[in-house]
């Protein structure tokens, strides 16, 4: 399974983005999506998931300024983000899980968000 993120840039504190990640390849459904961030010197953090089912879960930081939505059919996840915030600062990885057997891992390769203040 291969994950594609877009949707990254600059924004001014306040603003909005929108990310979307695209899973292609593989024949299975994706079980849970999500994006994760890292922001330089400290670790990957959650930012929220969302089950195939639609239960989503936020990190505190992303509760009432983010929302994580995901089209089954279409493999994608987005993420819209809102007020952001110079600390919302970070490389966005977009995740994705099987759980079969064993529970497989994606990662995409990230896509930089920068808020400036």
Known sequence: ?????????????????????????????????????????????????????????????????????RDNAKKTVALQMNDLKPEDTAVYYCNAEQMLAFTYEYWGQGTQVTVSS
């Open 1 to 69: 399974v291969h994950l594609a993120e877009s949707g990254g840039g600059l924004v001014q504190a306040g603003g909005s983005l929108k990310l979307s990640c695209v899973a292609s390849g593989g024949r299975l459904s994706l079980d849970v999506m999500g994006w994760y961030r890292q922001a330089p010197g400290q670790q990957r953090e959650l930012v929220a998931t969302i089950t195939s089912d639609g239960t989503a879960t936020y990190a505190d930081s992303a509760k009432g300024r983010f929302i994580i939505s």
